[in-house]
């Protein structure tokens, strides 16, 4: 299961953080990803944390601006948003991959093993 949280309504060029919370994963088996999907728009990939090597991906339009980082003691996976715009405007969903033993994850919607319900944040002046 995936808990998201932390959405809402922030001006441009305000900050968010967005958290998920997974449970019932082994969690050195899965990379964490943050996607999002705009109204009339397709799911996207923003970024995804592997929880066995702590690498890292982003996506190239988003990379700068975005940051997605783990909090051991929570065990959370959090998504650090700046400079927010109106185009940011969009349910957010946290989702998990597992790894295998190849450490490999594709960060696509369609490699994704679960997903949370989503969380909306909405970007407005």
């Known amino acids: 299961q995936l808990v998201e949280s932390g959405g809402g309504l922030v001006q441009p060029g305000g900050s968010l953080r967005l958290s998920c919370a997974p449970s019932g994963l082994i969690l050195k088996n899965y990379a964490i990803g943050w996607f999002r999907q705009a109204p009339g728009k397709e799911r996207e990939s923003i970024s995804c944390?592997?929880?066995?090597?702590?690498?890292?991906y982003y996506a190239d339009s988003l990379k700068g601006r975005f940051t997605i980082s783990r909090d051991s003691a929570e065990n959370t996976v959090s998504l650090q948003m700046n400079s927010l715009e109106p185009e940011d405007t969009a349910v957010y969903y946290c989702?998990?991959?597992?790894?295998?033993?190849?450490?490999?994850?594709?960060?696509?919607?369609?490699?994704?093993?679960?997903w949370g319900k989503g969380t909306m944040v909405t970007v407005s002046s």
């Open positions: 989702a998990a991959e597992f790894l295998g033993a190849s450490n490999f994850y594709t960060c696509s919607k369609y490699g994704m093993d679960y």
């Open positions: 944390l592997s929880l066995r090597d702590h690498s890292t």
